[in-house]
T-cell receptor
């Protein structure tokens, strides 16, 4: 089954404790991206990757890191999480940026 | 001013009604227009995809783009309770190399 998977689905952590949210796709897509979704602000892109070892900033990259060492994986790293990073996070992959397939989401709470 | 404006709703209509969802935008470079549907506790899924101005129909769904007015619409005919979801418009400037800009979403409820 073609899918995008994210782990964990739910995470509660404390300020400053490094965390990684994994994202994996089995569709051989070149394009992958991370979004955060907040009430009243909609979906905002954090980072995207056009291919292996090619990443670029989206609209709200501050406080986040990504890497793309393999085509199928695109982890999101929060080196020192803060409460304003409490949000719902979505990973997406696609053959082109405008027809994206979204993962199920990761709800992150930073205390 | 946001690049893409979308009425957040909520919008409640009776089953069988025609639903109209809309977005306006300010960036004249946008050429590709999409509608995503997001069920509660799920990721968005692509519903409709159109290029430039005009209409596109897919079953009960019709997407309209009016670039001169910078206005896009999604119509749902014979609405069903299963259509209850949040609908997000999205748009991009160039095929294959442009990030998406999303509206904030409209929450729709179809009342049986």
């Amino acid at each position: 089954e073609a899918q995008v998977t994210q782990n964990p689905r739910y995470l509660i952590t404390v300020t400053g404790k490094k965390l990684t949210v994994t994202c994996s796709q089995n569709m051989n897509h070149e394009y992958m991206s991370w979004y955060r979704q907040d009430p009243g602000l909609g979906l905002r892109q954090i980072y995207y990757s056009m291919n292996v070892e090619v990443t670029d900033k989206g609209d709200v990259p501050e406080g986040y890191k990504v890497s793309r060492k393999e085509k199928r994986n695109f982890p999101l790293i929060l080196e020192s999480p803060s409460p304003n990073q409490t949000s719902l996070y979505f990973c997406a992959s696609s053959p082109t940026p405008d027809t994206q397939y979204f993962g199920p989401g990761t709800r992150l709470t930073v205390l | 001013q946001k690049e893409v404006e979308q009425d957040p709703g909520p919008l409640s209509v009776p089953e069988g009604a025609i639903v109209s969802l809309n977005c306006t935008y300010s960036n004249s470079a946008f050429q590709y227009f999409m509608w995503y549907r997001q069920y509660s506790r799920k990721g968005p899924e692509l519903l409709m995809y159109t290029y430039s101005s005009g209409n596109k129909e897919d079953g009960r769904f019709t997407a309209q783009v009016d670039k001169s007015s910078k206005y896009i619409s999604l119509f749902i005919r014979d609405s069903q309770p299963s259509d209850s979801a949040t609908y997000l418009c999205a748009m991009s400037g160039r095929f294959g190399n442009e990030k998406l800009t999303f509206g904030t979403g409209t929450r729709l409820t179809i009342i049986p």
